[in-house]
């Protein structure tokens, strides 16, 4: 294609969203003409399913859930009107209380106020509000959030050890859906810890958001913590970004979650247009299945050019990937579908990945982000005539076509700056891509039933260093090799896991498990004591 083709197939094809000021162009993914006919059938009951969703129907039928996110923009269209209350009584408690905290009405029993968050939570229940905070922060945030989104604890050390002699104002907000996902437990046990050593009660500077009845919301009550926000069955993890998830975390930062909201809004308003080639998220939808012939042969690769949308990427990854990395249909027919999601920003990627792109293998389509905007204030020319963010721009359009070139694909996202406002549409453009996809393939988008097996898997690990731990300690006198404890503990075929907890039990000092080398290194000893 010249580029004089590519110019008119811009123009033909350029669907835009007035309002939030993006537009989405594809004409740089090679579709036949015909394909958007073919796939008109399709789309139209993608749309079916996406309206019945908005109404309320069991989306989620393995969960045998309602799947509500676009209501938490739009509270008048939940089926119930106790639902549009409990989502608008909601957003007014986040901003009252994200007041209360920045007046100081709220406060700390040993400082005058809070001036730091520190969010625990982990995948649906930090990615969105880390997503948020690193987009839309400023050094003049009313407050600065920290995350603890693991549970490595020299990760947690390292975050401590940022907060400094300010956990006395810092306010810990617990984030968990369930209430029960243990990494996110263990932030929370170690952040506890850390204010008790300093002489501080944890549940005066502890919030909690989660299911009602849930583990960490009995755990709050009992702690007498300062408040408890709520979190429904009918929003998943991965789109609750817009539910108090993404909007306390937020507001206490001193963001506009109205504008989020609202750019989500009328995004919602635009991919709810039936006409799909002027809805961006059905176009999108329609782009991923084209370019992985609806079985997610190419990869996504996100290259927001702005450093602000670095986390991008990573955010979409949950999105997409728990959203459609599926093993049955339906029908319950093995299908193993997906999409895999990575990226980071460019110009930066430039310097690093980008060479395989165009020259290696062939198994990706991109998506660009352009940002019109290039900062707050005017731009220092660093040569005459041309600024930073010119160069920015050359660079995204050189890249483009260095791809295109090679016959790589992509489609262009272009949106005026980064502001709530285009953040919350952003968001809401892939959640509704997202769902209209899994139409298309015919998959349950809403449930993750793989992330079960690692969950127990872990669980027996566990389990079983339980056991290892209670046989050193009940036999001190000699050291024993992972063979001999591993049949000992009733679990011979276990025994490379066995290993593997005795190394990491030797490995720190602290649990009491000592090595004593052997002739090689499977024949090392430990010992307890
Ligand atoms: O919010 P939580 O219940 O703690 O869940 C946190 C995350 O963990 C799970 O394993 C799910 O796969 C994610 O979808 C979820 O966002």
Redesign the pocket.
């Known amino acids: 294609m010249t580029e004089r083709q590519l110019w008119e197939r811009y123009k033909k094809y350029l669907c835009g969203v007035e309002s939030v000021g993006l537009t989405l162009d594809v004409s740089r993914m090679n579709f036949a003409e015909d394909f958007l006919e073919r796939m008109r059938g399709p789309m139209e009951k993608a749309f079916d399913a996406m309206a019945a969703l908005e109404k309320g129907a069991i989306s989620n039928p393995d969960e045998k859930r309602r799947v509500g996110h676009y209501w938490l923009r739009a509270p008048e269209l939940a089926p119930e009107p106790a639902l549009t209350k409990e989502i608008q009584d909601t957003v007014a408690a986040v901003r009252a209380f994200s007041e209360d905290v920045h007046a100081g009405r709220v406060k700390p029993p040993k400082a005058d106020r809070f001036t730091r968050v520190l969010l625990v939570?982990?995948?649906?229940?930090a990615l969105g509000p880390q997503l948020v905070a690193d987009a839309l922060g400023t050094a003049v945030d009313r407050m600065q959030v920290f995350f603890f989104d693991n549970t490595d604890p020299d990760g947690m050390d390292r975050v401590l050890a940022q907060l400094g002699g300010t956990l006395a104002e810092t306010l810990t907000v617990v984030?968990?859906?369930?209430?029960?996902?243990k990494e996110?437990r263990n932030g929370m046990v170690e952040a506890e810890r850390a204010y008790q050593q300093k002489g501080l009660e944890f549940g005066r500077h502890a919030v909690a958001v989660t299911g009602e009845g849930s583990e960490l919301d009995r755990y709050a009550k009992k702690g007498n913590w300062l408040r408890t926000f709520p979190?429904w069955d009918w929003v998943?993890?991965?789109t609750?970004v817009l539910s108090a998830v993404g909007l306390l975390p937020a507001r206490l930062q001193g963001l506009d979650i109205d504008g989020m909201l609202a750019g989500a809004r009328d995004m919602d308003v635009a991919t709810r247009e039936r006409d799909m080639l002027r809805n961006p998220a059905a176009m999108m939808a329609l782009m991923w299945f084209h370019a992985g012939n609806g079985r997610g042969q190419k990869d996504l690769v996100i290259l927001p050019y702005k450093d602000r949308l670095l986390l991008l990427s990573r955010y979409l990854q949950?999105l997409v990937m728990?959203s459609l990395g599926k093993e049955k249909d339906l029908e319950g027919k093995v299908v193993n579908q997906g999409l895999a999601v990575y990226g980071n920003k460019g110009s930066t990627d430039q310097h690093a990945y980008v060479q395989q792109l165009r020259e290696g293998v062939s198994n990706f389509f991109a998506t660009f982000v352009e940002v019109l905007k290039d900062r707050e204030g005017t731009s220092m020319r660093v040569e005459e005539d041309f600024t930073s963010g010119d160069y920015l721009l050359g660079f995204f359009l050189g890249t483009r076509r260095a791809l295109f070139e090679k016959g790589r694909e992509s489609m262009t996202l272009t949106v005026p700056d980064v502001s709530a406002r285009t953040l919350g549409a952003l968001i809401a453009l892939h959640e509704r891509a997202v769902g209209l996809y899994a139409s298309l393939v015919n998959i349950n988008a809403y449930h993750?039933p793989g992330?079960e097996a690692g969950?127990k898997a872990a669980g027996a690990v566990l389990e079983l260093q339980r056991k290892v731990l209670a046989k050193l300690r009940g036999d001190k006198a000699k050291g024993h090799t992972a063979e001999e404890l591993a049949t000992a503990v009733g679990s011979p075929d276990e025994v490379e896991t066995v290993f593997k907890v005795l190394e990491h039990l030797a490995a720190n000092a602290d649990q009491g498990v000592k090595r004593e080398p052997g002739a090689n290194r499977f024949d090392t000893r430990f010992r307890a004591g």
């Open positions: 939570g982990i995948g649906g229940s984030i968990s859906k369930s209430g029960g996902t996110t979190m998943g993890g991965r609750s949950q728990e993750q992330v969950k």
